[in-house]
T-cell receptor, first 115, second 116 residues
């Protein structure tokens, strides 16, 4: 069965703090893909990153970084020096469905960055 | 500008009425998807379409119907058979849903449906 767990329901930090959002996944597939999306208060999901199962290199994009570890089935997301504009719900997702392109989402983590 | 539009942004419906949510994309994407989001929950797949004139049920299709007559349009009808339709509905699209290419799904701004 495919499953994505985001155990942190809500996180509150003060601006400029670093924060890590956890994502743990379950899949029997040997090849799979993981995604992170940001949902600001406006509601639209914004794509952040896609990672495949055979590339365990960490990724950094500005203040964002992602740590993918197959040994622990985790794909964690860190925001360095958080800003108020980072306040949003963040979703981790796992692609499943063979030839189709279906995603299963975690329940999301609400990040509140206080000024 | 290329993107996905959903209308209306807010929709109110009386119990027992069908209602149709619009989703249009000008990205020339083949595949389109409908998701439902409830408070505190992740997105759940309702229907998806990999190509014009074809669509498949997702995980929670009961009480919903779709059509895909044009590549750029994928309307969702919430029928009176849907027992708890109040939710936030998101439409998405991706370049190619059939070839096995791993596509990123891009999302529209959503429609918030409230049943009175």
């Amino acid at each position: 069965a495919q499953k994505v767990t985001q155990a942190q329901t809500e996180i509150s930090v003060v601006e400029k703090e670093d924060v890590t959002l956890d994502c743990v996944y379950e899949t029997r597939d040997t090849t799979y893909y993981l995604f992170w999306y940001k949902q600001p208060p406006s509601g639209e999901l914004v794509f952040l990153i896609r990672r495949n199962s055979f590339d365990e290199q960490n990724e950094i994009s500005g203040r964002y970084s992602w740590n993918f570890q197959k040994s622990t089935s985790s794909f964690n997301f860190t925001i360095t020096a958080s800003q108020v504009v980072d306040s949003a719900v963040y979703f981790c997702a796992l692609r499943y469905g063979g030839a189709t392109n279906k995603l299963i989402f975690g329940t999301g983590t609400l990040l509140a960055v206080q000024p | 500008d290329g993107g996905i539009t959903q209308s209306p942004k807010y929709l109110f419906r009386k119990e027992g009425q069908n209602v149709t949510l619009s989703c249009e994309q000008n990205l020339n994407h083949d595949a389109m998807y409908w998701y439902r989001q409830d408070p505190g929950q992740g997105l759940r797949l309702i229907y998806y379409s990999q190509i014009v004139n074809d669509f498949q049920k997702g995980d929670i299709a009961e009480g919903y119907s779709v059509s895909r007559e044009k590549k750029e349009s994928f309307p969702l009808t919430v029928t009176s058979a849907q027992k708890n339709p109040t939710a936030f509905y998101l439409c998405a699209s991706s370049i190619d849903g059939t070839s096995g290419v791993i596509d990123t799904q891009y999302f529209g701004p959503g429609t918030r449906l409230t049943v009175l």
